[in-house]
């Protein structure tokens, strides 16, 4: 069994920035790469970036340049360091690791 648990999210103006952390516990976590997702109302849950035990990352395409995923093996912690944040990043955003997920964080960025 592996539980993550999101922090950071909140309400940020278009062009700030916010930090998300993701806590993870259980078998195997470190072993396996954690990722970071997003739903926007009627959307589909989509990948924003992923990183792998050994610090390989991807991104999606609307969030490079702005957005950077960290790991903390030593914590089982994944991070997202979010820039230059516009209205279309609002979303819940969920921590992945194997087929676990967290329980979601919400983002808002509005004026």
């Known amino acids: 069994q592996v539980q993550l648990v999101e922090s950071g999210g909140g309400l940020v103006q278009p062009g700030g920035s916010l930090r998300l952390s993701c806590a993870a516990s259980?078998?195997?976590?470190?072993?396996?790469?954690l990722a970071w997702y997003r739903q926007a109302p009627g959307k589909q849950r989509e990948l924003v970036a992923s990183i792998t035990s050994g610090g390989s990352t991807t991104y999606a395409d609307s969030v490079k340049g702005r957005f950077t995923i960290s790991r903390d093996n030593a914590k089982n912690t994944v991070y997202l360091q979010m820039n230059s944040l516009k209205p279309e990043d609002t979303a819940v955003y969920y921590c992945k690791n194997q087929n676990f997920w967290g329980q979601g964080t919400q983002v808002t960025v509005s004026s």
């Open positions: 259980g078998r195997l976590v470190s072993i396996f790469p």
